[in-house]
């Protein structure tokens, strides 16, 4: 019995933006060892690391796959939910985790630009 085994998310889909690396992939794999197929959107996306992240994520025995995506860019978020819908066919889970600044602020000092 896997540590989330409470947690039942099979036949869930999610997206976990950044999600080939750091906490996004942590978060991608926690959701995947509870059930959900996994989309990785992520601007590492089309480098050995995010293949290897689906792989990652694909061992749990869910769907998983990568695409190019920068969130601070509208047409590649909107790409990702198209995408997203048509491998699953529906979303459930949508974890915000992509983002970086070089500003030290807090996130409701910050600008959309950022």
Same mark, same amino acid.
């Given at each position: 019995?896997?540590?989330?085994?409470?947690?039942?998310?099979?036949?869930?889909?999610?997206?976990?933006?950044?999600?080939?690396?750091?906490?996004?992939?942590?978060?991608?794999?926690?959701? /995947? =060892? *509870?059930? &959900?197929? $996994?989309?990785?959107?992520? %601007?590492?996306?089309? +480098?050995?690391?995010? /293949? =290897? *992240?689906? &792989?990652? $994520?694909?061992?749990?025995? %869910?769907?998983?796959? +990568?695409?190019?995506?920068?969130?601070?860019?509208?047409?590649?978020?909107?790409?990702?939910?198209?995408?997203?819908?048509?491998?699953?066919?529906?979303?459930?889970?949508?974890?915000?985790?992509?983002?970086?600044?070089?500003?030290?602020?807090?996130?409701?000092?910050?600008?959309?630009?950022?």
């Amino acid at each position: 019995m896997g540590k989330l085994a409470m947690f039942d998310l099979a036949g869930k889909a999610a997206i976990v933006t950044g999600g080939c690396s750091g906490l996004g992939l942590v978060f991608a794999e926690a959701l /995947a =060892e *509870a059930g &959900a197929d $996994v989309a990785l959107p992520d %601007v590492i996306a089309n +480098t050995p690391k995010g /293949a =290897e *992240a689906v &792989a990652k $994520v694909k061992a749990y025995g %869910v769907k998983s796959f +990568t695409m190019q995506c920068d969130v601070s860019k509208e047409p590649d978020v909107q790409a990702c939910f198209d995408a997203a819908l048509k491998e699953f066919g529906r979303l459930d889970i949508l974890v915000n985790n992509a983002g970086i600044s070089g500003d030290n602020k807090r996130i409701a000092d910050m600008s959309p630009e950022n």
